[in-house]
């Protein structure tokens, strides 16, 4: 990060505090340069009120001069704040903590003027996880970002998961530094996954695959089948892969499909379209309203639904009218032909 851009919001932290001169700060937390994000977060004792308040805002959209518009806020109640001291000064905590921050990103510092049984204040920085040396904090941690809208409760979970050893899940599905198509793989794959990987893709188990903007959709076939997404900037070769299989690390699944993107070996999926009966076809197209669909099982089509999962959705409604229209289909209009049956077949009954 740039020193400027550094400084920028620093002094958009400089005048937060500004804002609230006339009231006690109980508690701040930064949390600097997290995937991008920064957030500043307070808690106040407002003494006009005299009530406790958590205040957050976003500094990347914050304008300092006109900081009553950016403000965020909810009440604390001052019986859980009490709880909060009665809770902290029985530990013995390691209140000055500085752990290594690694290039300003993924930052988080917390200042708590809480007494805890060695100090009078709590200061600790660390880099995305909490460490497990600090796991006294985390009640700390949950209580402040429980008062946080829930887009923001993943942040909670991540700067946690270091006390449940589950960081790996985190790191498999972030974006990182990677040229799909000259890196070598054996930075990220292990070797029994390696092995297993070019397996998968000897025996053609990559059963779709397709580009979609700077997407890639792919089906491996394995105990069941996956659905593998990698998302990939080619200016700045960065990667993010994302697997529905349980294993939440770069598994084999997602190195078939690397090698079958490299040996340009695309299937196409067919594409479909739920009926919508209150939009016409141009609407629903400009929208891409459409879904990826793998093919016909029993009465149901077999699609990717919105939520990078695989669906199994009915042909018919209840009145036995088609619910989908096609397309885009294979040369042999094969999905149009398995409609036509499941629609033949129920007629018949």
């Known amino acids: 990060m740039k020193m400027t851009e550094y400084s920028s919001y620093m002094q958009k932290m400089k005048k937060i505090k ?42 990347n959209v914050l304008d300092e001069n006109k900081m009553e518009k950016y403000v965020n806020y909810v009440y604390i109640s ?60 985390a009640d700390l941690f949950i209580i402040i970002f429980k008062n946080l ?53 000897e025996e053609k188990n990559v059963l779709f695959l397709e580009k979609i903007d700077d997407k890639y959709f792919a089906i491996v076939e394995g105990t ?23 294993c939440e690390f770069y598994y084999k699944h997602i190195y078939a499909v690397i090698l079958a993107i490299r040996n340009n070996d695309f299937y196409h999926f067919s594409k479909v379209m739920y009926k919508n009966p209150n939009k016409g076809l141009i609407e629903s197209i400009m929208e891409l309203d459409y879904f990826l669909c793998l093919g016909v099982i029993e009465q149901n089509l077999e699609i990717v639904n919105n939520y990078g999962e695989l669906e199994l959705v009915p042909i018919l409604d209840i009145n036995s009218q088609c619910n989908w229209k096609v397309l885009e289909d294979t040369e042999d209009e094969q999905l149009e032909k398995q409609i036509y049956s499941v629609i033949h077949d129920s007629n018949k009954i």
């Open 78 to 137: 001052n019986e859980l704040i009490d709880r909060i001291n009665v809770h902290y000064c029985n530990y013995i905590v390691n209140s000055q903590y500085q752990g290594v921050l690694e290039s300003g990103k993924n930052v988080v510092k917390l200042n708590a003027y809480i007494q805890t049984k060695g100090d009078d204040m709590i200061s600790v920085s660390f880099y995305k996880y909490l460490p497990k040396s600090l796991e006294c904090l």
């Open 224 to 246: 069941e089948k996956y659905l593998v997404i990698i998302k990939y900037n080619e200016k700045d070769s960065i990667i993010q892969v994302y697997c529905s299989c349980p």
């Open 149 to 201: 809208p829930k887009k923001l409760e993943n942040f909670l979970f991540e700067i946690l998961a270091a006390l449940n050893d589950n960081t790996g899940k985190y790191e498999y599905k972030k974006e990182f530094s990677f040229n799909l198509f000259d890196d070598d793989m054996d930075k990220i794959f292990a070797y029994q996954i390696v092995e297993r990987g070019k397996q998968y893709y």
């Open 18 to 59: 500004k804002y609230f001169k006339k009231d006690r700060m109980y508690l701040e937390l930064y949390v600097f340069n997290y995937e991008g994000y920064y957030f500043y977060i307070t808690i106040n004792y407002i003494k006009k009120l005299k009530v406790y308040k958590l205040s957050w805002f976003d500094l």
